[in-house]
């Protein structure tokens, strides 16, 4: 027998079990009409249906059961996944077009080099290698500590203390703003 015909006999004989089932995972017609096709799409392009074949040549109805079950949890993980966003013309209605501040990123450019003169000329070699690692490779306070197996309180307390370094400085030069 072909995968067709073993899914035609399926279907004629226990079409009303499987809608039943369908239908119990997705309490509605129309949901389960589509489960249950997918259910025959998959059979149907399984290569072999002889591993599921009892002897009496009727497929396996607890395997049936189990892809059912399979496919209704995989759409619904995929449902959950999916994100709808409307989009309204009213969302650009009241943006207001910011101009480019050349003040701004002047400002951050000077700041950007005071930091680095800070960390390359006036820190201690091992506060600016720490903050330097932190900061350019992402780690946090524990990843730090795991990679490098200093102690937890001896990070913090370097990061705290260049931080607060750095800040003063930027504020003797008058490029550092409280209200960031």
Do not use: P
């Not at 209605?93 to 080099?113: A, H, I, P, V, W």
């Not at 780690?139 to 200093?150: F, G, P, R, V």
């Not at 307390?157 to 930027?170: E, F, P, V």
């Amino acid at each position: 027998m072909t995968n067709s015909e073993r899914v035609q006999l399926l279907y004629n004989k226990h079409y009303s079990w499987l809608k039943a089932v369908c239908f119990n995972f997705t309490q509605s017609n129309a949901e389960s009409e589509d489960l249950l096709q997918e259910v025959f799409l998959q059979l149907l392009e399984m290569k072999n249906l002889e591993k599921i074949i009892y002897d009496n040549n009727d497929l396996n109805l607890f395997y049936i059961f189990k892809i059912i079950k399979s496919k209704f949890l995989n759409n619904e993980k995929t449902k959950k996944k999916l994100v709808i966003l409307e989009v309204n013309e009213s969302i650009y209605e009241n943006t207001e077009s910011s101009e480019y501040s050349y003040e701004g990123d002047e400002n951050t450019e000077k700041l950007l080099q005071l930091v680095n003169e800070v960390l390359d000329n006036e820190l201690h070699w091992f506060d600016s290698k720490l903050i330097k690692t932190y900061i350019d490779e992402e780690h946090s306070i524990q990843s730090l500590h795991e990679c490098t197996n200093i102690s937890r309180n001896t990070i913090f307390n370097s990061l705290t203390k260049s931080k607060k370094y750095i800040k003063q400085k930027a504020n003797e030069k008058g490029l550092y703003n409280k209200t960031r």
